[in-house]
C-alpha cells in the first residue's frame, strides 16, 4: 500500500516535498515513481527511481527544478519540487512496480497512491 502526501497550495517560485509511504512490505527491489494529472488533463509520467536511487526516468519538464528520491530504512520516496511553477498544479500520484519498462510510459504500472494535491498561484 502506498501512501502520499505533502501537497499544498504555494506561490510560484516556492517549494514542496512529497511523501510516499509504503507499508506491507519492503520498497527494496521496487521501482517507485511519480505522475501527475491537471484539470481536463491526460496524466503525465514525471519520473521514476530504482531502489538504490538511480534514475530510470526524470521528465524534461521537471528537470532542475524536481529531485526523486527514496529512503529504504523509511520506507518512503519523496518528490522535492523547487522552483514550482502554475502549470506544475495537479494531483500528484505516487506509483511502484516490480520493474521499469513501458508500463510506466502507458501508466499501467500496478501499485498506487492515492493523490495529493498541489496547487501553484502565480
Known amino acids: 500500500q502506498l501512501q502520499a502526501s505533502g501537497g499544498g497550495s504555494v506561490q510560484a517560485g516556492g517549494s514542496l516535498r512529497l511523501s510516499c509511504a509504503a507499508s506491507?512490505?519492503?520498497?527494496?527491489?521496487?521501482?517507485m515513481g511519480w505522475f501527475r494529472q491537471a484539470p481536463g488533463k491526460e496524466r503525465e509520467f514525471v519520473g521514476a527511481?530504482?531502489?538504490?536511487?538511480?534514475?530510470?526516468y526524470l521528465g524534461d519538464f521537471v528537470k532542475g527544478r524536481f529531485t526523486i528520491s527514496n529512503d529504504n530504512i523509511e520506507n518512503t520516496m519523496y518528490l522535492q519540487m523547487n522552483s514550482l511553477k502554475p502549470e506544475d498544479t495537479a494531483v500528484y500520484y505516487c506509483?511502484?512496480?516490480?520493474?521499469?519498462?513501458?508500463?510506466?510510459?502507458?501508466?499501467?504500472?500496478?501499485?498506487w497512491g492515492q493523490g495529493t494535491q498541489v496547487t501553484v498561484s502565480s
Open positions: 506509483a511502484a512496480d516490480m520493474t521499469y519498462g513501458s508500463q510506466w510510459l502507458y501508466g499501467n504500472v500496478n501499485y
Open positions: 506491507g512490505r519492503t520498497v527494496s527491489g521496487l521501482v
Open positions: 527511481i530504482g531502489w538504490k536511487g538511480g534514475y530510470f
